[in-house]
Nanobody, 118 residues
Framework: VQLQASGGGLVQAGDSLRLSCAAS????????VAWFRQAPGKEREFVGA????????YYADSLKGRFTISRDRAKNTVYLQMNGLKPEDTAVYYC????????????WGQGTLVTVSS
């Protein structure tokens, strides 16, 4: 599975932004796709994930209500909609994929930078 993340940029606090993760190489029917982020000087943090086949989602507790993950089957793409952005959301955002039964995420995109100014 190859993943290509895009959509990052510079926004102001309170703005919204949608990131995309385009997948290629194989069908994602047995996969879970997740978003992670890593802020400068901090460890990588789980944002949320979606199970491709049934569309179920779950999120980090701290981000519930502001971030939404969805998928477009026809485009083989997963989205991360981010609303009410805060300066502390500044990070490189990565998408990753794993088979549903796998313990770890084996496939990673290259990351896209989101910068939120105050």
């Amino acid at each position: 599975v190859q993943l290509q993340a895009s959509g990052g940029g510079l926004v102001q606090a309170g703005d919204s932004l949608r990131l995309s993760c385009a997948a290629s190489g194989r069908t994602l029917s047995n996969y879970r796709v997740a978003w992670f982020r890593q802020a400068p000087g901090k460890e990588r943090e789980f944002v949320g994930a979606i199970r491709w086949d049934i569309g179920s989602t779950y999120y980090a507790d701290s981000l519930k209500g502001r971030f939404t993950i969805s998928r477009d089957r026809a485009k083989n793409t997963v989205y991360l909609q981010m609303n009410g952005l805060k300066p502390e959301d500044t990070a490189v955002y990565y998408c990753a994929a794993k088979q549903i039964t796998a313990a770890t995420y084996a496939y990673w995109g290259q990351g896209t930078l989101v910068t939120v100014s105050s």
